[in-house]
């Protein structure tokens, strides 16, 4: 058996992995040449303004009393310079959004595997084409530019990451900093020969990345005074930054300003998802090449902004790509309000219509001072912005589609020379001939002054060749997907067949005896493999291809060699009567499909847990045992409450908080009456246990009510708190072992140990869920044993004297039952539950910062991604620790039970597979792919969960002094 689930874990990690090969490898590609315009450009210097986490509405609406929160941005977008709405593509994460901005593609999604924080593969940027690039800010944003610059000619100015501190007295001073070093740079250059020389030069780059307003808005919302002035604070720099620019190169006219944002926040100060408050972001553009404000009396643009912004007769330019297969083809915005529903469900994210993007800044910002395109850009140059001959935007959008056409070359050449000549099938839309005459004509309308006509032409170049680089990105991806589909089906077989092979009786009766094996069968799938192997050799495929195409060929082997036992399992089938087998087969389907559209929609686990309520009323239980019946009823009918609370958009609430604390040391103080009266079994290191895990509540209620506090004062987070807070963490899992075995004392001991950590990581009412939760998995235990009982198998001990200790593969004792198949589906509905009960995984929105300030405050996304993630999964564990006393109550092989559970885990996966996306926005794409992580992440990690779990409930730690007999 250890060998299954050793290979049962390989083959999940393949398929888990299998994800990244199919649908996360990196679109980019290498090996073009550099395109720029042939023409002087109207710019010498660019300065870009990126302000982090800047809502479009929050900058472009008037304040309460009528007046502009940015005066000055105000200013240029009515008498200097252009303006619009930049929409930003999910994940609306800081590194997504820069990279658009300033390399002119969308993120590289195998970046995701580390945190949108490194490249994964190197690409090219605006930064990197510019003679000189300088930039201050943040140090988690500009190294990564600076990186992968050839040369030196890129130089960063950071401030140390401790001030990326969420509960700073004033997160402004992130921006003052940039604004302070900026103009201590220009007083200093006359000074440094060698660096007045370069800033003097032309095709320069000056980035200003300003921090201070995502800051703000993560650790007070965007609604509040401190981001609301943060603005200001921006507004009032960019205005002194403008002025030292003019003098410092004396008014010449060669300077062009942008100013924008890398992504939005919504109302809750989160972002990474596609809420139109986090995808709509301002967009200013002043100076050298950017036409002039333009008085218009109707708009493009049929939303409600324009007259909410007051704004409506200033012409607006959204930055505008060519539309693709799935956007419709104008845009139109939709106020965030009708749009979005706080529910925390999927299906309720809504993006933006409409075909635009930050992406096409990025070649705007080559053009405006005469550098080659990004190698790497999709971004359509937004001609509109220019003020410039119309030779010269003609000239642009032809390099522009020609820089992007040879990104579909290239991915081509390479698709083709691994592909066998008789299997390849060429993107038809954009042959040879046709990529020839589109670029014919374009510039025979070049040279006939027909240059509305080229930027037309080649918009419709620049689409074709990005629908072909899709097509090739994604060539192999049916094969791959074919290949884990016939590998998963083959798992899921193999399992199901050792099942019943090994722990039920229905092929006991009819199973005949072992036939001597034919070597056809081992011999037909060796040379199965062979073939395999032999055709990814001739296609020069990577060896990862080799796994999956390969994997299923041992697997349908085992399978192959049960068929004696599909035999018997028919023949014992066609015994049963077909109405209740029918109807069980519905019952398990329906099963499925409820937790299959638990992911989608939250509500469906109310509905699966009111059902669940209900149950016990319609079998022997309610006669046999009412107190236990009623108790299942209640805690199923409070916890059904969680999934209908919203995830996002909420307050955080320290009274949930310090009543769920309240309530957790009265049920400690009920525990500790009951194990007094209990003389005989009361020993004085359990006693101390129970005051130290009391001790720890109280301390986390008064951590959380002090750093509440502090940060309210905008002092931080207090030194002890942080200590206190990460004493209590790294306790949590070691306490418990200091408890006696006794399955209740044990499971209490173990509760106990992580609520206040469960505390600690709390902002409102999710504080109660993992008590609820509790209190329902105690009674699960008893209506359990209550059920085995009236199935008419014997149970010799009393809850209250069974111990963990002797928790051993007892598979001798029974096999498996119908009703078995019922224990498995609850643990693995209350495993969604535990995920899905208070936040949605599968949405970055569901994650509030605030929920670790107890432990920290300065930025640092991995550790507080920790954190979050170890909240998630406390009530994962309790689920954990009630199974196994299931299991040891109901008296049945844990193997048995945990291969119930792989399978059902398994079909849900391949549900999951069948739905990922691969169109739409990147969003959809994003939830469909981490729905599959999700349930596979699930399946690996119950194998881990469970060794944690057994740990938990069996091991017990000595005492100093303590005798030998203590030890298990």
């Not at 942080?722 to 004392?745: D, E, G, H, K």
Request: positive net charge; glycine residues 4%; aromatic residues 12%.
């Amino acid at each position: 058996m250890l060998l299954f689930f050793l290979l049962g874990l390989l083959v999940h990690v393949v398929f888990f992995a299998s994800i990244f090969d199919i649908y996360l490898t990196s679109p980019l590609v290498h090996g073009m040449t550099p395109h720029w315009t042939p023409l002087p450009p109207p710019a010498k210097r660019l300065v870009l303004f990126v302000a982090d986490g800047l809502r479009a509405d929050t900058l472009f609406k008037l304040d309460e009393d009528g007046n502009p929160r940015a005066p000055f941005i105000r200013n240029v977008m009515m008498h200097e310079g252009s303006w619009g709405v930049s929409h930003t593509r999910v994940p609306t994460e800081s590194r997504p959004g820069h990279v658009a901005l300033i390399a002119g593609f969308y993120e590289d999604v195998s970046a995701v595997a580390k945190g949108w924080k490194e490249n994964p593969v190197e690409f090219d940027s605006l930064f990197n084409e510019s003679k000189y690039t300088w930039s201050w800010g943040s140090p988690d944003i500009l190294p990564m530019f600076a990186k992968g610059a050839s040369g030196d000619h890129v130089y960063t100015h950071s401030y140390a990451a401790e001030r990326e501190d969420f509960g700073a007295q004033d997160a402004r001073k992130l921006d003052t900093w940039v604004f302070d070093h900026v103009k201590e740079f220009f007083r200093a250059a006359p000074a440094n020969q060698p660096l007045f020389s370069k800033i003097n030069e032309e095709k320069i780059v000056f980035f200003l990345h300003l921090l201070g307003i995502d800051t703000n808005g993560h650790a007070h919302r965007p609604s509040s005074r401190e981001y609301k002035d943060n603005i200001k604070t921006v507004d009032d720099g960019v205005k002194e930054m403008v002025s030292v620019f003019q003098q410092f190169y004396g008014n010449d006219g060669k300077t062009a300003f942008i100013f924008t944002s890398d992504h939005g926040m919504t109302d809750w100060g989160s972002h990474g998802a596609g809420h139109p408050s986090e995808t709509l972001t301002p967009l200013v553009a002043w100076g050298a090449g950017i036409k002039h404000p333009q008085k218009v009396s109707t708009q493009e643009y049929d939303d409600a902004f324009l007259k909410e912004w007051k704004l409506e007769n200033w012409k607006r330019l959204d930055v505008n790509q060519v539309p693709c297969p799935h956007s419709s083809p104008s845009p139109v915005l939709l106020p965030p309000t009708k749009r979005f529903s706080k529910t925390g469900d999927t299906t309720d994210v809504l993006v933006r219509q409409g075909p635009s993007d930050s992406a096409d800044i990025a070649p705007l910002m080559a053009s405006l001072i005469g550098v080659p395109f990004p190698l790497n850009s999709v971004g359509t140059l937004p001609v509109a912005y220019l003020n410039h001959t119309d030779l010269f935007k003609a000239e642009s959008m032809f390099t522009n589609a020609v820089q992007i056409l040879e990104q579909f070359k290239v991915k081509m050449a390479q698709k083709k020379e691994v592909t066998l000549s008789f299997l390849f099938t060429p993107f038809k839309s954009l042959s040879d001939s046709k990529q020839y005459n589109i670029l014919r004509k374009a510039r025979s309308y070049i040279k006939r002054e027909k240059y509305e006509k080229v930027v037309s032409l080649c918009k419709e170049l620049i689409h074709l060749s990005l629908k072909g680089l899709s097509y090739y990105h994604t060539y192999d991806r049916v094969f791959l997907g074919i290949n884990v589909v016939i590998g998963f089906v083959g798992w899921t077989s193999y399992a199901s067949l050792l099942i019943i092979k090994s722990h039920s009786n229905l092929t006991r009766s009819t199973r005949k005896e072992a036939q001597k094996p034919s070597r056809l069968l081992p011999c037909s799938f060796v040379a199965i493999g062979i073939l395999v192997a032999f055709f990814l050799l001739l296609q020069a495929c990577p060896w990862t291809y080799y796994v999956y195409c390969l994997l299923p060929v041992p697997i349908w082997y085992a399978v192959l060699r049960e068929f004696q036992v599909v035999q018997d399992l028919a023949a014992s089938l066609s015994a049963f009567p077909r109405s209740r087998l029918a109807g069980s087969l519905v019952a398990f389907t329906v099963a499925i499909e409820v937790l299959v559209l638990s992911f989608f929609y939250r509500r469906v686990l109310t509905a699966g847990l009111v059902a669940f309520a209900i149950w016990p009323f319609f079998t022997p239980l309610w006669t046999r045992a009412k107190v236990t019946s009623l108790s299942w009823t209640a805690f199923s009918l409070l916890l059904a409450v969680f999934p209908l609370m919203p995830v996002v958009g909420r307050q955080s609430d320290l009274s949930l908080v310090m009543s769920a604390g309240l309530l957790i040391l009265l049920l400690s103080l009920v525990v500790v009456t009951f194990l007094i009266k209990r003389k005989e079994s009361v020993f004085r290191e359990e006693i101390l246990v129970h005051i130290l895990q009391v001790l720890s509540t109280v301390l986390a209620m008064l951590v959380v009510s002090g750093t509440h506090s502090s940060l309210l004062r905008k002092q931080g987070l207090p030194l002890a708190n942080q200590m206190v807070s990460w004493a209590i963490l790294a306790s949590s899992l070691l306490v418990p072992l200091l408890s006696p075995t006794n399955l209740f004392q044990r499971l209490f001991s173990i509760f106990l140990s992580l609520m206040p950590t469960y505390l600690l990581l709390s902002t409102g009412y999710e504080a109660l869920f993992p008590l609820v939760l509790s209190c329902l998995m105690f009674v699960w235990i008893h209506l359990e044993q209550e059920t085995l009982q009236q199935s008419g198998i014997s149970c010799k001990q009393k809850l209250t004297t069974i111990e963990f200790s002797y928790n051993t593969d007892i598979a001798q004792f029974r096999q498996l039952y119908l009703d078995d198949l019922r224990r498995a589906f609850f643990l693995v509905f209350f495993l969604v539950t535990a995920f899905f009960g208070t936040g949605n995984i599968a949405s970055i929105n569901s994650f509030d910062l605030t929920s670790v300030y107890c432990f920290l405050t300065v930025f640092s996304p991995f550790l507080m991604g920790a954190l979050m993630m170890w909240k998630i999964l406390i009530p994962f564990v309790l689920v954990m620790c009630a199974f196994e006393a299931v299991q040891l109550t109901t008296q049945l092989s844990s193997k048995s039970l945990f291969l119930i559970v792989l399978v059902i885990s398994d079909i849900m996966a391949l549900h999951f597979f069948f739905l990922v996306k691969d169109s739409g926005s990147w969003l959809d794409i994003g939830t469909s792919i981490s729905h599959y992580v999700i349930v596979m992440s699930m399946t690996i990690f119950l194998v881990f969960l469970n060794g944690l779990a057994q740990l938990l409930t069996t091991k017990k730690l000595r005492w100093l002094g303590s005798p030998k007999s203590h030890l298990i």
